[in-house]
């Protein structure tokens, strides 16, 4: 039999679908994923920004671009431990290699992108001024050290390892504070964060939280040189025998 044997209206249906089919079939081919870092650290970038910038609108995305890659390994091995709690990335991290984790904090470490100001909320001029306080000098009366004599005198960071502050949303740096103190996140022990945000009141955390956001931005946000700082505390984030003099930093 051929088509044009058939009655019009069954040889038009078939017409249609022999030429239709190279059209569905090109649609179900399979379509190929670019097997590079940038793709595969698509869950990463989705909350963090595609260079790791952060989202400060958000809150809660803090920034990763341009923090020492040490600190970002430790942080990522750390939710795979169970030592920082949140559900999406302990997820995401579960299945990967020390040596990919590595790899990803090398990236991002890498990444050069400018600093976005995240919104600061309305505070009075008082608990602003204690926010700065507590940040530049401390409060030796209750034995809690400023935070510029771990993460920097301008709070940028310091090598290898100690994370800036300056940047980071109000939500976030507020919410880690508040985990240290109810022990939702953790680091190897002696944990000086926990620590030094058990000697802060909540209106302290706020002060610090809302000092943060609202400074000005230094001309220079990279991290200091490693051993340009030596933190007041014992703190075992590097652990091993270097425990005592090793960087305070894992504060954000």
């Not at 923090?67 to 970002?72: G, H, I, S």
């Not at 050069?112 to 608990?127: G, I, M």
């Not at 946000?221 to 960087?247: D, E, N």
């Amino acid at each position: 039999m051929t088509i044009s044997s058939l009655p019009p209206l069954r040889a038009a249906l078939l017409l249609a679908c022999v030429v239709a089919a190279p059209v569905h079939a090109g649609e179900d081919a399979p379509h190929t994923v670019p097997d590079t870092l940038a793709q595969r650290i698509a869950s990463c970038t989705a909350c963090h920004g595609e260079h790791g910038e952060g989202t400060p609108d958000s809150g809660f995305f803090p920034r990763l671009a341009g923090k020492p890659a040490d600190y970002l390994a430790r942080q990522l091995r750390y939710f795979q431990q169970g030592l920082r709690k949140y559900g999406p990335m302990e997820y995401t991290v579960r299945p990967l290699s020390d040596a990919y984790m590595h790899e990803i904090a090398d990236y991002f470490a890498a990444q050069q992108v400018p600093y976005s100001r995240s919104p600061a909320p309305k505070v009075s001029d008082a608990l602003l001024a204690r926010g700065e306080a507590l940040t530049v000098h401390g409060d030796p009366a209750r034995k809690v050290p400023a935070c510029a004599a771990c993460h920097g005198s301008q709070l940028t960071g310091v090598e290898p390892s100690t994370p800036g502050l300056v940047g980071l949303p109000y939500d976030y740096v507020s919410s880690q504070l508040g985990s240290w103190r109810t022990g939702t996140r953790a680091a190897a022990a002696p944990d000086c964060m926990a620590t030094i945000a058990n000697r802060l009141s909540p209106e302290d955390i706020t002060a610090v939280s809302a000092w943060l956001a609202s400074r000005e931005l230094p001309a220079d946000m990279h991290a200091q040189a490693a051993g340009s700082v030596q933190p007041p505390l014992q703190c075992g984030v590097l652990g091993g025998p270097t425990a005592a003099t090793a960087s305070a930093g894992d504060g954000a």
